[in-house]
């Protein structure tokens, strides 16, 4: 499968607990980005990479959120001390170099917080 | 004023009818513009990229921009249920800015 990879589709974590959430972008891609679905809410964006390096997150709450692009291995989302409002779908998409490059999106993981 | 808006909806037509969405976005210096499919429970998935004013035609799908107006839209011709989904409207920076989405409903 050539598509954004995304695990896992599901998360479930108690209140306090961390939540990683994993995604290796489509062969050929080096950009990455996450994006934060509510429920019955749209897409936001919050977070763009590349590797090693976090271009963009302006759209990442600043506290208990953090994401990476390491130089081997997926992107992480990383949540800590996970609250009821951090339930969500959470989406990854990557895309090639260069400007204006449709991004591709995984199937997401669905993180749910008891 | 929203980044991106979308005409509301939700629409209902009838099975072969044309289903017309239209979005419509403040930053003037938008070069990129994406339509995704969003099936329930499902990811987005891109069905139409357009960069140029105009029209672009893939098969039932035609998209328009007019960056004057600052807006672009989405016809599905000869709509089949199995276009009932939730239609995003995106406009790239580099980051995609999404509309909240028009759900359309295919009537057999």
């Known amino acids: 499968n050539a598509g954004v990879m995304q695990n896992p589709r599901h998360l479930v974590r108690r209140r306090g607990q961390e939540a990683r959430l994993r995604c290796s972008p489509m062969?050929?891609?080096?950009?990455v980005y996450w994006y934060r679905q509510l429920p019955e809410e749209g897409l936001k964006f919050m977070v763009y990479?590349?590797?090693?390096?976090?271009?963009?997150e302006s759209g990442m709450p600043k506290e208990r959120f953090s994401a990476e692009f390491p130089k081997e291995g997926p992107s992480i989302l990383r949540i800590q001390q996970v609250v009821r409002g951090d339930s969500a779908a959470y989406f990854c998409?990557?895309?090639?170099?260069?400007?204006?490059?449709?991004?591709?999106f995984g199937d997401g993981t669905r993180l749910s917080i008891l | 004023q929203k980044e991106v808006e979308q005409n509301s909806g939700p629409l209902s037509v009838p099975e072969g009818a044309i289903a017309s969405l239209n979005c419509t976005y403040s930053?003037?210096?938008?070069?990129?513009f994406f339509w995704y499919r969003q099936y329930s429970g499902k990811s987005p998935e891109l069905i139409m990229s357009?960069?140029?004013?105009g029209d672009k035609e893939d098969g039932r799908f035609t998209a328009q921009l007019n960056k004057a107006s600052q807006y672009v839209s989405l016809l599905i011709r000869d709509s089949q249920p199995s276009d009932s989904a939730t239609y995003l409207c995106?406009?790239?920076?580099?980051?995609?800015?999404f509309g909240a989405g028009t759900t359309v409903t295919v009537r057999a």
């Open positions: 998409a990557s895309s090639p170099a260069g400007e204006d490059q449709p991004q591709h």
């Open positions: 062969k050929g891609h080096s950009h």
């Open positions: 990479l590349q590797k090693e390096n976090i271009i963009d």
């Open positions: 930053d003037r210096g938008s070069q990129s």
């Open positions: 357009i960069y140029s004013n």
């Open positions: 995106a406009v790239c920076g580099y980051k995609l800015s």
